[in-house]
Structures are given as structure tokens and as C-alpha cells.
């Protein structure tokens, strides 16, 4: 279990708790501020090019400056890989699910790419929609600022089936830890978080509750795992002719799954996987 399941999930999967999306807690000043100030395009710009430039600095201070940033972004805003099943689950108990615009996407590509979603215990997305629509609406909404977009449990998982196909890893989003607010559809060239934690090793989300593993003798080599995984997790074993995936590097995501077609990849309980169990 990650540390916000022992903190905040009572021993269970924290995102799977109820609690965590409660409009209690959206009662929180600070929370709200956060909240509305999340689309400031120039504060997530700013970050995007301190990444890049934390490549080039000295070892001793990409160190210090990966364990501040990673302790602060637990209580603000931190990510966890969810496979598609736990993101069923969340639907199955949140009323409202509202689409929005990748801020992300906005900044990286300039473009309108509806890849995140707004979750709430409260039909019509109770005090959460009320928050984002006093934020910078034409960064949520694109050039139609005119409402949300708004989606049924049925319609939500049929999208997020289809950001599946695409390849996108499903993650879950606190707006000051604990409260969660989003579930987005990450990818690593386009997404601030995931190249902040894959790429410039400075973590702003955990992995997820499972890890993945062949299934060897259902393997026929195709590679089509090898080609999704965006975490560099699966290889290919020349002289078995099977992929083999490295659990030490796995996120869980289960994307590597969806594409095998014969079946040949499942997910296990982290922590009853000895070499990934506290990798997180
Ligand atoms: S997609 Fe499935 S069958 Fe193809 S290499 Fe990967 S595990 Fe094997
Ligand atoms: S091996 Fe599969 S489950 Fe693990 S990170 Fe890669 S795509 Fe995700």
C-alpha cells in the first residue's frame, strides 16, 4: 500500500474511499483557493521549464530540489496511477463526472485535448463545479466557455475505454491531500506530471496498487505491449521469443494489458510482488 492508503485510506485503497471526495472538505479556504488558481497557464509553464532546466544542475542540488518538491506536491497536489477496473469502482460511487479541457495539453500543445475529468459525490458536481466555474473557465472549457460538459457512469467509462485504446494511463488527482477532484489520461510526452516523476525522477505521483506480469506460456511475442508501455517496463526476450516485463520499472497502468490480445498479461497486488512491493 502507498503511504496515502496508510494515511488516508484506513488500510484500503485511499481512492476508493468516499471520504476523500466529500464536499467537507471542499469547506477548506485554502483548498478552494488551490482549486481556483489551478489553471494559471503561467505558474504551470514557469514549471514545465524548471524541469528542463533541472537537467543541467548539479547532482546534490537535483536531489534537494526533487525531495522538497515531491514533500510539498504530497500536500497540494499529488497523482496515482489507477488501472481502468478502480477507475470503475470510483464511477460506481461518484454522482457527477464532469469533462474538461488537459491544462497540460494546452500548454505543451496549444491545443483543446478533453482528456480530464472532474469528479464529485454531489449530483450536478455540487460545491467542485461551483469552484471551477469561478476559475479561469476558457482554460477548463476551451473557446465554448459556456458549461461543462457533463457525463453519465455509462458514457465516462466508454471514453475512458477509449483513452485506453489510445494508450493513455489513468491517474487520480488531489486538490490538498487528501480531497480528490480529477482523473486524468497522462502521457509522458504531453504530461507535466509524468515527466516530472518519469523522466526528471522528481515524483509528483505514486505508482499504482499493481504491478503487471506475463504470462509466459499465453505469449506469442507480438511486442504490442512493448510498443504502449510509456514507462519503458517490457522488453522482448530474443531466444524465448516472449515479452518480459521488468517489475521494478512497471507503473501498473494495465495499458500493456488492454493491447494483448491473447490475454497474456495480468495485474498482481503490489505488495505481494517481493521486488516492486515499496517501489512506489
Ligand atoms: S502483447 Fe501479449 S502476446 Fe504480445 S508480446 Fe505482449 S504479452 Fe505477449
Ligand atoms: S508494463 Fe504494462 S502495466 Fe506496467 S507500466 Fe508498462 S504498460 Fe503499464
Redesign the pocket.
Known amino acids: 500500500m502507498c503511504e496515502f492508503c496508510l494515511k488516508h485510506g484506513e488500510g484500503e485503497k485511499w481512492y476508493l474511499q468516499a471520504k476523500n471526495y466529500s464536499e467537507d472538505l471542499l469547506s477548506d479556504i485554502e483548498r478552494r483557493k488551490f482549486i481556483e488558481e489551478f489553471s494559471n497557464p503561467d505558474a504551470l509553464a514557469r514549471g514545465s521549464a524548471g524541469l528542463e532546466r533541472l537537467g543541467k544542475a548539479p547532482a546534490f542540488i537535483r536531489d534537494i530540489f526533487r525531495r522538497i518538491t515531491a514533500r510539498k506536491m504530497k500536500k497540494v497536489h499529488f497523482g496515482q496511477v489507477v488501472p481502468i477496473e478502480d477507475i470503475e469502482r470510483i464511477f460506481g460511487f461518484t454522482n457527477s463526472i464532469t469533462r474538461v479541457a488537459c491544462v497540460c495539453r494546452r500548454i505543451n500543445l496549444g491545443e483543446e485535448k478533453r482528456y480530464c475529468y472532474g469528479i464529485s459525490l454531489s449530483p450536478d458536481g455540487g460545491k467542485f463545479t461551483g469552484i471551477l466555474r469561478g476559475a479561469d473557465n476558457s482554460f477548463f472549457n476551451g473557446p465554448d466557455t459556456s458549461g461543462f460538459e457533463t457525463l453519465t457512469r455509462d458514457e465516462a467509462m466508454s471514453a475512458f475505454r477509449s483513452h485506453e485504446r489510445e494508450g493513455l494511463c489513468h491517474t487520480v488527482w488531489t486538490f490538498h491531500t487528501p480531497f480528490i477532484g480529477g482523473i486524468c489520461n497522462c502521457d509522458r510526452s504531453d504530461c507535466l506530471a509524468m515527466r516530472s516523476t518519469v523522466t526528471h525522477a522528481v515524483p509528483v505521483m505514486f505508482r499504482a496498487e499493481y504491478v503487471a506480469e506475463?504470462i509466459s506460456e499465453?505469449?506469442?511475442?507480438?511486442?504490442?505491449?512493448?510498443r504502449v508501455c510509456q514507462f519503458g517496463a517490457?522488453t522482448?526476450s530474443a531466444s524465448n521469443k516472449?515479452?518480459v516485463i521488468d517489475q521494478r520499472w512497471c507503473y501498473g497502468c494495465g495499458i500493456?494489458r488492454s493491447?494483448?490480445?491473447?490475454n497474456?498479461?495480468r495485474l498482481e497486488d503490489r505488495s505481494k510482488v517481493p521486488v516492486a512491493a515499496k517501489l512506489w
Open positions: 506475463v499465453e505469449c506469442t511475442g507480438c511486442r504490442e505491449c512493448m517490457v522482448y516472449k515479452a500493456c493491447v494483448c490480445r491473447k497474456a498479461i
